[in-house]
Every structure is written in C-alpha cells, then in structure tokens.
C-alpha cells in the first residue's frame, strides 16, 4: 500500500480523503462539501481486505452492521416480553404445560421456540458477543486514525479544505486584514477557545475532548459486557435460597458451612386500615390489607472449628445482628442475604394426649401428653405409667397420590397426618400391633378395628417462616467501573461539543470557516460574536438553501387569502 | 384544605398555566404579521408563553411537593402519578431548551403535548396509595425521577420531529408519508377522545356491570365505565341496559377493550370532523402555520434533545435502576418486561445516533426515528405496565 504525500509535504497513509495536516481533499468526491466524519483519515478496515482476519475486521468494523446487531437485539428482546419468562411463572407450574394452557397455541409455539428462555439462549448470547466484538473493531477502526489527525491537523488550511466547509465566507481584499484577526482573537479567547496561531492565521479549537467520549463509552461497555460474562464462573456468582423458621438456625447455602443464620424473630406490619392518607385507596381496591413491612431479626453466626462435621460440639461465634428488610439486605464478607418472601403461621408442634374411649376405667391418663415437632418429629413417646406411642408413618403435606395410597407432597408440614401407634403397658413393641389411627387437623380415623384409645390433639403451635436470598457477585465491582467509564464517556461526548473555527489571512483576504460536529447552532452563535466585534463577517451556511425573509412573507400572503373567505 | 386538595388545586392551575402558554405561542407564530407591518417592533407573546410555561412548572412543582407532603412519598409510584411528573418533565426540559434556540414553534407543539399528558394521567386513579415494602426506598426518588426527566427530554425530540415533518412533508399528493402522519395525529386525536369520554362519562357517574365467565372459568363481575359495545365471555348484564352483540373470548379484558373502542371511534369522529372542516390532511391543514420555521434548526434541535436526554434516561432507567435492583430484587438485572422494554429504548436511541453520526440520518429520516423513540416510551409506560404483566405493575 502506497503512502499519499500531500503538496504541504504531509504524508497521509493510504486511503485518506483529507490530508491529516493541512485538509487538502486527496480523493475527489465531486461533492461541494467535505465529508468530515473522522476527519477524512484512512481506517484499517478502508485499506486492506485480503486475508480472512482482514475481511472479519471490515465486517465488525462497519457501523452499520454494528446499528443491524443493535436492531437485531431490539427486535429479539421484544419477543421475549409477549409472554412471561420462565422464572416469572408461578412456583410449582412447569413451563413445559403452563404456557399452552395459560395462552392455548401461542403459548406452545412460544414454548417450543425456546422463547421462554430466549435471553440465556445461544443466539441471543450471539448477537449480544457479536455486539461486544463490534464495539472493540469499530472503535479501534476509528480512534487511532482519529486520534492520529487531530494531532497532525495544522493551522493553516489547505483551500480546498476551507471552502468546502459547511460554515464558510471570504472577505474581498481588504485594509489590515491582521488587526481583525487579532480582535477575533481576543473575542474567541473570552469563549474559552484554544489558539493555536501560524503566519498570521487561526485555529480556534474548543471541547476536543468530547471527540473522545463515544470512544470511552464504549470502552466501559465493553468492561461491562465482560463483568457479565464472567458470572458464568461459579465462584464470581452465588444464587441461593434458604427459608428459615423462627427461632430455628440454619446454615447459610453457598457459605461452604462456615456461615449460620438464626431467625431470632419475623414480624409482619400492615398499614392502618384508619390511615386518612390511603382511605380513598383502601375503599377502591376494596381494603385488603396492603403490607408495610416485613422484616428478619437475624443473628449472624460463625462457625469457630472449622473441620469436621457439624455435630453437638460445633462451636458458634456471634458474628451480629441484624434486621433484614425488603430494600434493607445484611451484607457481610461479600455475600448478602436479602427478604424475599415469607409464610405466616406455618404449623410446627402439635401436643397430644391420650384418652380411654369408654371413659369407664379409673384408669388416669392425664400425665400422658407429649409434643410432635412436625419437622423434625421424634419417633417413639414413652411415658412412666408404661404407656408407648409410635410414629408409625409421618406425612408431612398429605396427599392421595396416583395408586392411591398416602402420601406426602414435600416436608413442608402444610397439611400434616400422622400415623401412631399406641402400646399399653402390658404390650411388647417388638412383637406386638398396637392400635393404629390417623391423626390430623381436624382428622382422627382409627386404622385397624375399633380403638380402645384415642389420641387427642390439644394443642397446636404455629411459626413464621422468612424465605432469603443468598447472593455473592463478585462481578459487581467490575460492572460498577464499567458502568462509570460508560457514563462518563456518554456525557463526555453529549454534553461538550468539538469546535473549530479558522480565520486566514491569504493576500489580504480573509477566509472563515467553521466546523462542529454537533451544535451548530452554538457555533454560529460564536461567529455572530465575532461578526459584532470584528470586520469579519459571517460565514455562510452552505447546505441552508432556505431564506427566512421569503418564506414569512409567503405565510402572509397564505394567511391573508385565508382570512378573506 | 388538606395537601392533598391544595396539590390537586396546584395541578389544575398548572394546567391552565400550560393552556396559557399554548395560546401565547400560538399568538406570537400567527401574529406576527400584525407587528412587522408597523416596523422593527418584536412580538412579546413568545415571551409572555415562556413566563407562562415557567409559572405553570412551579404550579406543577408545588402540585408535587404538596402531594410528596401528604403521602409522605415521592409522588412517582403509581401511574396517575409518574405520567402527571413525565408531562411536567416535558416541561421542564422544554424550559431548558428553549433559551437555545427561542423556537416558539417548539412552545406551540410541546405545550399542548404536555398538557394532553397530565391530562391523560388524570384518567388513572388519584388516590395516594400506601407504598408496598419493594418501593420503600430513597432509590424510588432518584431512579423515577431520573428517568421522567429522561424521558421528558426525549420527548421534546418528538415534539421537534413532529414539527419538522409537519412543515416539510409534501401533502399535496397522498403517499406512504402522509399517511403515517395522519395515523400519529390520529393517534393524538384518540388519545383526546379518550379523556373527553372519560371525563364525560365519568361526570355522569356511567357504570354498566356484567356477570361472566373468565378465564379460570370462574363466574365473576366486570364493570364497565362506557357503554358496553361489546360483552365479555358469556355475559349477563346485571340491570336495565342494552346487550352488546359481539361477546369476547375470556382472555381479554372487554372492559378495557371497550374502551379503546370508543376511543377510537371518538378519535375517528374528530379526524374526519377536522377533515371535512379542512378539505386536507390534518397535517397539510397546519402546515402554513409553520413556514417560517427553519426545518434544519428544528432537525438540530431534535437532534439536541435526543442527545441532552440520552445520558440522562440511561442513568435513570438503565444505571440507577440496576443499583435499585440490585437492593430490592437482589439482581441488577431480571428481564422483567419493563427492564427489558428500557433496554429497548436505549437500543433504540442508540441505533438512531449512530445513524445520525456515522450513517448521515438527518432531517426526515431522523425525524421520524424521534417519532418511534416517543412512541417505544408511551409503550412501555402503558402497555407494559397495565398489559403485560411484570414486578413493575403498580397501578
């Protein structure tokens, strides 16, 4: 590839359209205009194209295929939202019936598509890669080259460079062109720009740096695309879920059984059915109670013996306590346990005792009463009057299942049964069948023939259950500093704008010229100034073929035949 | 006077403040004539709509904190509420740029875009209502507010794109363009027919009930605010009244389906009302208002807007509403139908830069992607809150 050297003895790479020193249009376009996107330099993907690394390059170098992969994943992220994802469909439902129920034959082919899932699916995984490489190629395309002219640029301008300007006028001869100059220049030092001065001519330049600010912007979307790829890592990312009774503790899932949880108590606050503020609400939504909070008072705990299983002798260290809130989560040696969810009176005890079905028998019972935790149930009762009670089969969350036995749904004591056996003083637990009856809320059956006794419930014991979240994201830091970088590239390059003006004295004449690569109307704003100030005139708008004074004139006459009727 | 009526009295002044505003604007485009024929003398009436627009955002802003007072809450956490704030955003910023570029143009269409906005609101409940523990947070104020002014900002990129397509669009012949037009005013119009019915109807304290089936096939009640056009899935209306010939499938809201129609039918009714009145398209009937408007300034200044608000809507619909999830939900991101509608609009705004910067989209390409844009933030504001179903539902 052949290097280009301009007539001011600049030699440009192959490829330029202005040369990067004076301006000078290498390439003719046969437009009035220069195109002064990236300052007409050469980029890599302009210039070469043969091997396959080049042509992979140019595909990802194009802003254009870069704005296709951001339509592509517009379009595809909305086809997600038509139906819920797959962890917003109720607890317990199975995506693989829920979706053609719930939206008859839309729902299945949503189902069948993988849309249920798209977000984490391969080619939604593609299109957000194929996003990433494109930012990389398509900055580093265009910010060196970039960087590279703006460096190179010179104050004084070629002609070619100056007139095919959008902003753009020269003056006739006139007397003591360097004094206007001058003056202009006082007046463009007030509005903060920077000058650069070469026999008698000007650069103005101001806000360069906001050139740079697409270019940081993506720099932190990269990081950031990075930050997210790497919560694929297990260690970076822990997800866990733990429910935790009330005055129960427990070990806290993805802690590696180092850290413990006690639920010390769990409250649930309403707000005032009598509050005046939300009178009017309460009567729309028909006054359900609506919850104000619902919070963990939890004791942090640390296993101190690190080895070994967990047994009596494991010792616990108090690490703090805590009230865990919804928008209020205990953090601590990077993890955080968030409220999430709760159950209210969840039963946990039931006390039983026993009774003679003919009361006729001096026979006194009353000392027999015993306490099933319907968690964690002891199997066998034994009192000192020689009276035994067995569990003989516990289901926690009772159900009739397909063949049409007894069973239990989960361990989650919901609707309890449990079957006892009951011996008597003159039985043998090991040989003998005592009295068998199931047992419930509101349940008491007895199993084989007519029973002598009956276990009666007479208590009943109930606890919340708090539900938390453990999360450990160690790729938070990493998505914080890309997350930073971003935003301070986007208002770098938003809210400041490159300007430059040019004022060159050539014989005599004066030529003005201006670019921006956004505020135009600021720009002109500062050239009106100078205007005001100087001899030097207002450069013209060379793509405005539009005349104001004509235009409200034919207003007028439109209006005038218009109020005439 | 409580400081819930005291806001409420704040609100409609504002209101009113904003009308002002809209006729000053219009006066200062439409009269100019008048002033030229006596000489140099400039017309005020510009000036007199952005004291007006000024004055009506403090009466917005002293709506808000009388109401922040009574609920004790940042007045964001409901749909009456968060779209009342995005129309006194819209304001807001439209205050901001005004002083750029001192188009009155500008003032006579974001004006009445703002006050259609609070008025749509004003359709949604108004009660306060108690806070539920999710919300309870100080990132309430400062993502929601953040992103209403984001928002506001974009919309006076839409505000501008419709301007500028209004005054260069060729109406004269009918094409692709003139129809798409016509459909957005349309869609204006609707949206006006909606609130006047509402309004209508609700003075009249209309109220239709039915017995139906849903779609758990469970019986159940439905109330109708208009008059029922169509009847939900097997429905018996309770009372005197007339029965509706078309029944909907279970799945559908009737309620809410009949309403849009009436709405439609009303905003049909008004476009071809103006229709006839002008013997043109809507559009083509404003069109001589605006030749003195400067299509490549309003291309800038559309352009402006998208890039003031840009930064702005990111951070508060994309960054800090990923901090706030981080705390509330215990992830930064979920795919809620709302995260991913904002990442949508941030794609969007994005890809319509690009073009901007890099492919050269100016003047009517970039005008009309200002209309998209708008139309993606109305989507998610009410079709993704009050249809598809997601943690963001509030109201």
């Known amino acids: ?565 | 006077m409580t400081a819930v009526q005291v806001s409420s009295n704040f609100l409609l002044l504002a209101f009113f403040l904003y009308l002002a505003a809209t006729i000053f604007f219009a006066v200062s485009i439409t009269g100019k004539r008048f002033k030229n024929k006596k000489g140099e003398e400039k017309n005020k009436s510009g000036l007199l709509g952005y004291i007006s627009a000024i004055l009506a955002i403090v009466a917005s802003l002293l709506y808000f904190i009388f109401r922040w007072i009574a609920s004790g809450h940042a007045p964001v956490s409901n749909m009456f509420e968060y779209t009342t704030f995005l129309g006194i955003c819209m304001a807001i910023a439209f205050a901001i740029i005004y002083p750029m570029y001192r188009n009155n143009f500008l003032g006579l269409f974001t004006m009445p875009i703002v006050m259609l906005i609070i008025a749509y609101a004003s359709m949604f409940p108004r009660d306060i209502q108690p806070l539920i523990p999710a919300l309870q947070s100080y990132w309430l104020k400062i993502h929601v507010i953040t992103v209403a002014l984001g928002q506001g900002i974009l919309a006076i990129g839409f505000a501008a794109g419709l301007l500028y397509l209004i005054r260069v669009i060729d109406f004269s012949k009918a094409s692709k363009k003139v129809r798409w037009l016509e459909f957005i005013l349309f869609s204006i119009l609707s949206t006006i027919a909606y609130i006047l019915l509402g309004i209508g109807f609700g003075a009249a304290n209309y109220e239709a009930e039915f017995n139906y089936i849903n779609e758990k096939g469970i019986e159940a009640q439905m109330v109708y605010t208009m008059p029922p056009l169509i009847s939900p899935h097997e429905g018996e209306r309770i009372g005197e009244g007339f029965d509706p010939f078309l029944a909907t499938p279970a799945i559908i809201r009737s309620n809410d389906l009949n309403t849009v129609i009436w709405s439609i039918l009303g905003g049909l009714i008004l476009y071809f009302g103006l229709r006839l009145l002008f013997r043109k398209p809507i559009g083509g009937a404003i069109q001589p208002l605006l030749k003195a408007v400067n299509p490549q300034t309003v291309d800038e200044l559309s352009y402006r807007a998208i890039a003031i608000g840009f930064p702005v809507f990111t951070l508060g619909g994309l960054i800090f509403a990923m901090i706030w999830a981080q705390i509330a939900w215990t992830r930064f991101w979920g795919w809620d139908p709302k995260e991913v509608w904002a990442l949508i609009t941030f794609l969007f705004y994005a890809a319509y830069l690009h073009l901007r910067l890099s492919r050269g989209w100016h003047g009517e390409k970039s005008a009309w992607l200002c209309v998209i844009g708008f139309a993606l933030i109305m989507f998610n504001l009410i079709f993704v809150n009050l249809v598809i179903a997601g943690l963001h539902s509030y109201a």
């Open chain 1, 1 to 565: 590839m052949e290097k280009v050297k301009c007539d001011c003895g600049h030699v440009n790479p192959y490829g330029t359209y202005l040369c990067e020193s004076c301006g000078k249009p290498l390439l003719d376009d046969n437009q009035s205009l220069a195109d002064m996107r990236y300052e007409g330099v050469a980029r890599r993907s302009q210039t070469y194209s043969k091997s396959v690394v080049d042509k992979v390059w140019n595909f990802f170098s194009s802003v254009k295929v870069g704005i296709w992969i951001i339509v592509l994943i517009l379009l595809a992220s909305m086809l997600g939202t038509i139906f819920p994802q797959e962890m917003y469909i109720p607890a317990g439902e199975r995506a693989s019936t829920y979706y053609e129920q719930e939206y008859g034959v839309l729902g299945k082919l949503y189902y069948q598509l993988g849309l249920h899932t798209m977000y984490s699916s391969w080619w939604y995984m593609l299109l957000i890669a194929s996003l990433g490489i494109s930012l990389v190629i398509c900055s580093l395309d265009r910010v060196v080259p970039l960087h590279r002219a703006l460096k190179t640029q010179r104050v004084t301008r070629h002609k070619g460079f100056l007139s095919r300007q959008k902003l753009f006028s020269k003056t006739e001869k006139m007397e003591e062109p360097e004094k206007s100059i001058e003056k202009a220049e006082k007046v463009l030092k007030e509005k903060h720009y920077r000058i650069f001065k070469e026999d008698g001519n000007i650069l103005a330049e101001k806000g360069r740096f906001a050139r740079w600010g697409p270019y940081v912007n993506h720099v932190g979307l990269i990081i950031f695309l990075i930050g997210a790829m790497l919560r694929f890592f297990p260690e970076m990312y822990i997800d866990e879920h733990i429910w935790v009774r009330e005055g129960e503790q427990v070990v806290i899932r993805g802690t590696d059984g180092e850290y413990f949880l006690r639920n010390d108590e769990f409250i649930v606050e309403l707000y005032d059915e009598e509050d005046e503020r939300f009178r009017e609400s309460f009567e729309r939504t028909g006054g359900n109670p609506v919850v104000k909070t619902f919070q963990t008072s939890a004791t942090l705990l640390k296993r101190i013996n690190n080895e070994g299983p967990i047994g009596l002798g494991t010792e616990f260290e108090e690490i703090m306590q805590y009230d865990i809130r919804v928008n209020d989560p205990l953090t601590f040696d990077g993890y955080s346990l968030y409220q999430v969810d709760y159950k209210l009176n969840e039963l946990s005890e039931f006390t039983f005792t026993l009774q003679r079905n003919e009361d006729s028998s001096e026979e006194d019972l009353s000392d027999i009463q015993f306490t099933v935790d319907l968690f964690n149930p002891e199997l066998v009762y034994e009192f000192e009057n020689g009276y035994r009670v067995e569990i003989f089969q516990y289901f926690p969350n009772f159900y009739i299942n397909d063949q049409k036995e007894p069973d239990t749904l989960n361990r989650i004591p919901d609707n309890p049964r449990i079957i006892f056996e009951v011996f008597t003083p003159e039985m043998n637990p090991d040989t003998d069948r005592g009295e068998l009856s199931l047992v419930g809320v509101q349940v008491n059956e007895a199993l084989n023939g007519d029973n002598n006794y009956r276990i009666r419930m007479i208590d009943v014991d109930m606890n919340h259950v708090t539900a938390l979240t453990v999360r450990r994201d160690r790729t938070l830091p990493i998505l914080i500093v890309g997350g930073v970088i971003f935003m301070i590239g986007l208002v770098q390059g938003s809210y400041w704008y490159h300007r430059r003006i040019w004022l060159q004295n050539r014989d005599g004449e004066i030529w003005v010229a201006g670019h921006t690569n956004k505020n135009w109307h600021g720009l002109k704003k500062d050239f009106e100034t100078i205007t005001k100030n100087t001899a030097i005139p207002m450069p013209l708008d060379q793509t405005d073929d539009w005349n104001l004074i004509e235009e409200v004139e034919g207003v007028k006459g439109k209006d005038d035949s218009s109020t005439s009727k």
